[in-house]
């Protein structure tokens, strides 16, 4: 059934549901009725018998119609009076009665009470009877009343037809609207797979409007903005082969230009040593290149999962970091000034954005760069701000707020990936950066749990 149509199963196991409800129903009435109309049968009986006794004065003829019909009803009991003896006194037995009437007598004459009821199995028939006991004339006698079972069997088969038109038309009309049903459940179901089979064809343009809350309704909020992330992951994949086309395209026209006319014996830097120089310097640009952007390919691979946690000493690192950036510029101050705060997070990945943070700093400061940290209680938990300025340039306004975004170059910016890393280090961690203007001059900011 699972490969049918969603609609269909659900339609399915609807009719299923029903008509096993129903076949149940239908086979539980029919013993209900049976012994529900034994029981008004012997009633019946024990009613006509008194009202035998007694001559018919226990009907009051108050409602001729009641009354009529009670007497309708008490003529389907036959009576026979029976003395000890076998003789019948009143009623004329029918030949089935009376071939089994010595057996009626034995249970009459080994009944203990006054009255008993019984049945008994007759050519394929069965009679409910009912025995008082008596004496007539200083004798034995037995009152004998009886109905056969047709009348019961007539009642119930009556009702059990009209139960199962009754049950097969409910059955019909219910069908038909869970069929509705179950086509009006799945029809936003089978918009949304052609919708996500549009997305997988990259036709992704069309947006999927969902107007429910339900769950079905939660399903199509998931599939649009999972279409949103593909729009933007498209422009980000456009945008990304048209910075890497642009930013190796220079380095590497001026490597084939250079070797082109060493090989042809001329040299543009003055000699073969100022004109290899240039290529390598090249070839070591395009270097950095290649490594920021594997760099911060392998970081979009690792989002997916949490960073490796241990502990780590920030003024630890600072200072290991600082010590390796220290001789790109040595005319420059360095104030370091941070407190030996420990927090968790990926060392190699900290250390890679620290060093692309100051890498930045070198790159722009006149003469000074300063580190340091200060603790903070936010939201009721501790964090650690890492501060890290210099006396350049302030930056530009209009960067401050896509400073950290890929490919964002400023004055004197390389190949806007430096930052990207940072910021991307940063979100797998669970920290914030950020960068201000302080007095004319830049400082960025490192915010992380503790």
Known sequence: ?????????????????????????????PGTLRGFFTRQMYDTIRESQDMFLSGGRLIKIDDLVK?????????????????????????????PVQQNLNEILSQARSQTGIQAQYWRQIENERMYYVIRKGDLAGQPAYLLSYMWESYQNDLVNTLFRRLLWVISALLLLSWIPSFWLARHLTRPLTSMEQQVRRIAARDWDEPLITNRQDEIGQLGQSIERMREQLIKQDKAQHTFLQHISHELKTPIMVIRSYAQAIADG?????????SVAVIDEEAERLQRRVKDLLYLTKLDQLSVSKAAAVDINIAELVKHVVELMRWQRTDLEWKVQVEPIMFKGDADQWKIALENLLDNQIRYAAGRICISSSRQIKNGKSGLTLRIANDGPPIEEKLLNSLFMEYEKGFKGQFGLGLAIVQQIAVSHGARVWA?????????????EI
């Open 266 to 274: 001329i040299f543009p830097r003055g000699g073969l040593e100022g």
């Open 436 to 448: 201000a203007n302080e007095d004319e001059s830049p400082a960025f900011y490192i915010e992380l």
């Open 67 to 95: 009354w009529d019909q009670l007497n309708q009803q008490y003529r389907s009991v036959k009576h026979l009076v029976v003395l000890d003896n076998g003789q019948v006194l009143w009623g004329l037995p029918s030949v």
């Open 1 to 29: 059934m699972k490969n049918k149509p969603l609609s269909v199963q659900i339609w399915m196991v609807i009719a299923g549901i029903t008509l096993s409800i129903s076949l149940l129903f239908l086979a539980i009435v």
